[in-house]
């Protein structure tokens, strides 16, 4: 499962499920942009006896009693005496070119940093058998991207992508530094060249379909802001359900969901089940209210495919 925290909106701020929130960047040709991020909170290593245990979406959530699951996003807390180191980190993003361009390929280096120590190794920790999620979305959120920076010797983590057209994209990176908690960065890019035609999504839209699949988004409760909430995915393809889903990067299924504004974000994972589908359980909560795009992917038949919806939360 995955997790987060982050200052603009602290992970316990806002969506929450197994979530990530994030901090604003400066802008978007400059040649080196670096985003603050936030460890987890004060205290989550701290504990007069026993163990602590904390839920790995949300660091803040702890408890010395074994078996309890968080209340934010239904996740069992696990054991982790470690939790925070007390330090706070930072993500370097290097663009080569440093004039992005629509249609060629670009370089994205990645570079975790510790505040005030900035010269010093940031060792990641594999998470869902990879070091560095990367989330790419148009600033309209009408594109959603999923890649995964790889290390190099010089001690970054790149990636070889080609943005399709121009316009204002945002970039989010999901880690964890050895030893810490889960960080989120986050980085506005403007892209040259003709840019995409924003699309303005309004009203609730709980079914997608493409390539023959369909997928219906569901809740357990009305979408309303400080409650957990049950989130369920149907996956059928060609009116048939599937019943065979593969795994894809150690889940049955990911679930990104996106403020309308881009600033708040948050990655889900399913709960623990026996079965490949159709259906995906979720546990999340909003605290903040407002239209999200949630963006789902799941594996079937040796490909990874990529579901879209919008809900609007009430406050």
Not at 37 to 59: F, I, Q, S, V, W
Not at 89 to 99: D, F, G, H, I, N
Not at 100 to 114: K, S, Y
Not at 202 to 219: C, H, I, P, R, V
């Amino acid at each position: 499962m995955h997790r987060l925290p982050l200052s603009l909106l602290a992970v316990a701020s806002l969506l929450t499920a197994a979530s990530c929130s994030s901090d604003s960047a400066s802008s978007s040709a400059t040649d080196t942009i670096t985003t603050p991020t936030n460890g987890p909170a004060e205290g989550t290593a701290d504990h007069a006896g026993g163990h602590t245990y904390a839920c790995p979406m949300h660091p803040e959530v702890t408890s010395t009693q074994d078996g309890e699951k968080c209340p934010k996003c239904g996740m069992k807390l696990e054991h982790n005496d470690a939790v925070s180191n007390g330090k706070t980190y930072e993500m370097k993003l290097v663009p080569t070119p440093t004039q992005v361009t629509a249609g060629q390929p670009t370089t994205l280096a990645f570079t975790p940093r510790e505040t005030g120590n900035e010269s010093a190794p940031v060792p990641l920790a594999v998470v869902h058998e990879k070091k560095i999620h990367l989330i790419i979305v148009s600033k309209d959120l009408g594109q959603f991207y999923h890649e995964h920076p790889e290390y190099t010797a010089a001690g970054d983590y790149k990636v070889q992508y080609t943005f399709p057209k121009g316009g204002d994209y945002v970039l989010f990176q999901d880690y964890t530094p050895t030893g810490s908690g889960h960080q989120l960065g986050r980085q506005p890019l403007t892209v040259k060249g003709t840019a995409y035609a924003p699309v303005k999504f309004k009203n609730d839209d709980m079914q997608w379909e493409k390539d023959g699949y369909q997928a219906t988004l569901s809740f357990d409760k009305d979408l309303k802001v400080g409650q957990l909430l049950g989130m369920k995915i149907n996956i059928s393809k060609g009116g048939q359900p599937v019943t065979d889903l593969d795994n894809y990067l150690g889940a049955l299924g990911h679930v990104v969901v996106i403020s309308e504004d881009t600033q708040n974000y948050l990655h889900v994972h399913p709960n623990d089940q026996a079965d490949k589908g159709p259906n995906i359980g979720f546990n999340t909560n909003f605290e903040k209210p407002g239209l999200y795009r949630v963006f789902l992917q799941f594996n079937h038949a040796g490909k990874i495919h990529t579901g879209d919806f919008t809900i609007n939360v009430k406050a």
